[in-house]
């Protein structure tokens, strides 16, 4: 692979320039999420979604999104933001100053990560274009990212438990002020690496968002075991999280009723049901918003439909997600109105995982799941990389604080899998 890039991009220079300047190709194409190399050479999503773009400008404008909610954009634009507020001149070097105190890695004290970065986010819009300009276009942040950098540098001065708890709070449908307690457990699954000190929650977390003017804090009941007080979004949290992030979502999924997006799982599930005698139309919108609000409350980002209700009359839905946390994560949700069975169903799935080059599948069934499906999903996770994990009816209508303990449960039960395979072939090797 590397020889074959070489050769096509770096053709004046001798072989073994030509393979090395291939293969520095190639690492940053991995590092910014364009392609995998697990068994084979692959093009991920992001970079096969990217090639589907017409125009060169608009392209640039999906990478440079990209690079900015997923590969520390903002926190560059915000380093030269802050930086240049304070009247120090931006360089290289000082923006990999201020990146560090952050905890993220420029590419050493030298910052070398940070100049092609930068030349991305300028062919993007987000720096004017010149030699060594750092001149940010808050217009162009703003259409990325559905935030300006003012707004942006208000949400970046957070710690991050306290951006956590306000992006679970932006999914957070069951009911308008819920308590502090189900948003931050959604926002631990939501956020793999963030654990909240329950002992300093109210306080670090909760009063301080509050006294920022994001929610409203209803105090929490005093005394041993004193349950959480309830939040409630105030409007600045409306106009610059909740709504910038419903919209991105509903320019990438085109969903038919961007209501779904606000309605409580409960009420979508009763749809899907056929409690009030719905069409199939309606009852496939509602599993679409399903879907779709499962992929926000576990942190994921759509990326395109694969089968969508109108083409099932209602009976089922697929979509293909990507987890941007530590480790990347391909995710595939096939969901259905029906209970889930048999095992053809993960038969099927798992076939096209090996073509999509998925890491994750995930079945929801407004139903429920039956043994022969686990036990399927059991004896691939075994002889796989696979993860496949359930959510079922009773998942669903418990709402937000339900899904999380149930994805939790699944990830559990995966884990435990993969470490039995794992002593049965250290046994196999050692014997």
């Known amino acids: 692979m590397h020889r074959e890039i070489g050769d096509a991009f770096f053709k004046g220079r001798d072989d073994k320039n030509r393979r090395i300047s291939g293969m520095n190709a190639f690492l940053a194409m991995r590092a910014y999420g364009l392609v995998t190399e697990d068994e084979e050479y692959a093009l991920t999503t992001l970079a096969e979604d990217l090639l589907k773009i017409e125009g060169e400008q608009a392209f640039h404008e999906r990478l440079g999104q990209h690079i900015l909610l997923n590969l520390h954009g903002l926190q560059v634009v915000e380093a030269v933001d802050s930086l240049q507020s304070r009247g120090v001149k931006v360089k290289v070097e000082t923006v990999a100053q201020e990146l560090t105190t952050l905890g993220i890695d420029p590419g050493g004290d030298s910052g070398e990560n ?112 004193a349950k959480s007080g309830r939040v409630t979004p105030t409007e600045k949290f409306r106009e610059i999280i909740s709504q910038p992030l419903m919209d991105t979502v509903l320019e990438q999924t085109h969903l038919l009723d961007p209501v779904s997006l606000r309605r409580p799982l409960r009420d979508l599930l009763a749809v899907v049901n056929g409690e009030k005698n719905e069409t199939n139309h309606a009852r496939g919108l509602a599993l679409e918003g399903v879907c779709i609000q499962i992929v926000r409350m576990i942190g994921a980002r759509f990326l395109g439909w694969r089968l969508r209700s109108d083409q099932t009359a209602g009976a089922e839905v697929d979509l293909v997600a990507e987890a941007s946390n530590d480790p990347y994560l391909l995710i595939q949700l096939q969901s259905k109105a029906s209970a889930i069975n048999g095992r053809e169903i993960i038969d099927r799935e798992v076939g096209v995982a090996q073509s999509l080059k998925s890491n994750v599948i995930l079945f929801v ?19 796989t990389s696979l993860a496949v994990l359930f959510l079922d009816g009773t998942d669903i209508s418990g709402g937000a604080a339900a899904v999380a303990a149930g994805i939790a449960r699944e990830w559990g039960h995966v884990r435990l899998i993969k470490a039995k395979r794992g002593q049965e072939r250290t046994r196999a090797m050692t014997t």
């Not at 217009?139 to 300006?148: F, Q």
């Not at 139903?367 to 059991?378: D, E, F, I, S, T």
Request: charged share 25%; net charge positive.
């Open 114 to 225: 940070i100049n092609p970065l930068r030349l991305w986010l300028e062919r993007a819009g987000v720096f004017v274009a010149g030699k060594g300009q750092w001149t940010i276009d808050s217009a162009v942040v703003k259409k990325l990212t559905g935030a300006s950098t003012a707004e942006i540098s208000e949400i970046v001065d957070l710690n991050k438990p306290q951006q956590a708890f306000l992006r679970a709070l932006a999914t957070y449908t069951d009911e308008k002020s819920p308590v502090a307690s189900k948003v931050r457990l959604l926002a631990e699954v939501q956020t793999p690496g963030i654990r909240f000190d329950t002992k300093t929650f109210a306080e670090r977390v909760v009063r301080r968002l509050a006294d920022d003017g994001w929610i409203e804090a209803e105090k929490a009941t005093p005394g041993r075991g």
């Open 365 to 383: 069934s407004a139903k429920n799941v039956g043994g022969a499906a686990r036990r399927a999903a059991a004896a691939y996770m075994q002889e």
